[in-house]
């Protein structure tokens, strides 16, 4: 049978690759970096389990069950309605996710009021608005909510739920799960991330990155440190693609190519391309931001998961969460696992930061929500991340829409990743996959 090769070893080029090898085509991954697992990528360091990338996955996720399911790593998968927190003011409102805790504890929803009482009346338009959109809010088929693709989430809050809404419960939601603003991202991707994050959390027993690691020890060919620098195409046909740079260029002939990177990359890489597709692909907006893990002696959220911190606060982050709370083994028994993240500005302020400078700074702004927060943790780490979560912008889903129409005049080329629909580890696995799918039929 033909040869395929899959561009990029995240999330979406695994799924496609691991489909395929299922299936016995004769595949090669390439991945530039020297591991594999892109923005799901985690290591365990004294004992910790570090997530990198993704924090967790959401009940809604059905690719991802699916594959986790095909993987035969069930038993690994946990769901947790957690407590979180909504800093106002200085004070930190907590309330729990779990219906029936609220029904069985109505006391603890009384002490919930990061709102005015004018707000709070507010607030259920928000819950009725997102259950009458709940079947066009799909993250793996954005089409369905695309007359909320041209406005903004910040537009459609302000116009539908009033300012307060807006500043203490989309915003903060919005700006924890993609770490940019809600200007930046479209109303179908903003309500999507806000009905998504209702239905509970789930997360691996060994951290997302055993998602990545398993689909990886199932896919022979898998070649790392080695970067695509060309995609070629003659004829609107694909011929293989070309690996390295001057005297050390190589070229690998192919019949199938699924390109499973970011967009701004593969408009890159297919250059071979009609300018209006690469447009396109280039026009792909992310997120930045500088990711801070603390190890620490102590839990100072208690059975807390996370806290969010609405921009009005004036802080670089947008939240925090407390990752031994997601499973316990996540971290050494009666210690914690802390992540922060820069969003937004503030990233692209701090990118450029020495890890010394980050980690006073975000010390600093976790001892004010958390004065308990130790001056010295265990150990710190930071991880950059120049494209961290893709921000589904204002008109991004029509202009991909347009690309994937176009790309059906193409022989042999098939885009992966999770652009493709609303940016999450659910998207990159079913367009992953739906790649390989396409390939299998061909
Ligand atoms: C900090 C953070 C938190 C997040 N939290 C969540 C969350 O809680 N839940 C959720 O669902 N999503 C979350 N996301 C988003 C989610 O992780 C991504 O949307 C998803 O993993 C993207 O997968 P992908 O395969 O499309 O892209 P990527 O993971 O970016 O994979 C692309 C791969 O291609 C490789 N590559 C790039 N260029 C080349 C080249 N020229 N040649 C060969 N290889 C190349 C890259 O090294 C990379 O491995 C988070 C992301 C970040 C960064």
């Known amino acids: 049978m033909a040869k395929t090769v899959v561009v990029g070893g995240g999330a979406s080029g695994l799924a496609a690759a691991y489909t395929l090898e299922r299936a016995g085509v004769d595949c090669t991954l390439l991945e530039k970096e020297e591991y594999s697992g892109g923005r799901i990528y985690g ?3 004294e004992g910790y389990t570090l997530d990198l990338g993704a924090q967790f996955f959401f009940t809604r996720y059905r690719s991802v069950i699916d594959i986790i399911k095909r993987l035969g790593i069930e038993d690994q998968l946990v769901w947790f309605k957690p407590s979180l927190g909504i800093l106002r003011d200085g004070t930190v409102h ?3 996710t779990d219906v029936l805790y609220n029904i069985t504890h109505p006391t603890a929803l009384f002490k919930f009021r990061p709102l005015s009482s004018r707000g709070m009346r507010r607030g259920p338009k928000l819950g009725v608005k997102l259950l009458a959109l709940r079947k066009k809010l799909d993250f793996d088929d954005p089409l369905k909510a695309i007359e909320l693709d041209n406005i903004s989430t910040t537009e459609y809050a302000r116009r539908s739920f009033g300012d307060e809404i807006l500043e203490y419960i989309v915003q903060p ?8 603003e809600p200007e930046e991202v479209s109303a179908a991707y903003g309500l999507g991330l806000i009905l998504y994050a209702m239905g509970g959390l789930g997360t691996l027993k060994n951290g997302i990155g055993f998602l990545a690691e398993s689909m990886a020890k199932n896919i022979s060919d898998l070649k790392l440190k080695t970067e695509v620098t060309r995609i070629v195409l003659e004829d609107k046909e694909v011929k293989g693609v070309e690996i390295g ?26 250059g071979d391309l009609p300018k209006k597709m690469t447009g396109i692909l280039a026009d792909i907006r992310y997120s930045s931001c500088v990711h801070v893990m603390f190890a620490i002696p102590s839990k100072p959220l208690g059975s807390v998961y996370g806290v969010a911190t609405p921009r009005r606060e004036g802080l670089c982050m947008p ?9 316990s083994a ?15 500005e503030f990233s692209r302020e701090m990118m450029d930061w020495d890890e010394d400078q980050i980690k006073e700074r975000m010390i600093h702004e976790l001892q004010m929500v958390v004065p308990q927060f130790p001056d010295e943790p265990t150990f710190c780490e ?15 889903i029509t202009a991909v829409q347009r690309l994937k129409v176009d790309m059906g005049g193409f022989k042999g080329l098939h885009l992966a990743g999770a652009y493709l629909g609303m940016p999450s ?10 790649a390989a799918e396409r390939v299998l039929k061909s």
């Open 43 to 45: 290591v365990v360091r």
């Open 94 to 96: 907590v309330v729990h």
């Open 173 to 180: 939601v919005v700006s924890a799960l993609t770490l940019g």
């Open 245 to 270: 740079t001057g005297k050390k260029k190589e070229f690998i002939e192919a019949d199938n190519v699924i390109c499973g990177t970011t967009g701004t990359v593969a408009a890159k890489i297919l």
């Open 319 to 327: 939240g925090f969460v407390e990752n031994s709370n997601k499973f």
């Open 330 to 344: 996540y971290a050494p028994p009666g210690t914690g696992i802390m992540h922060t993240f820069s969003f937004g």
């Open 382 to 396: 930071v991880f950059r991340w120049p494209e961290a979560v893709g921000l589904c912008s204002p008109g991004q």
């Open 425 to 434: 580890v659910e998207a990159a696995i079913h367009y992953g996959v739906q």
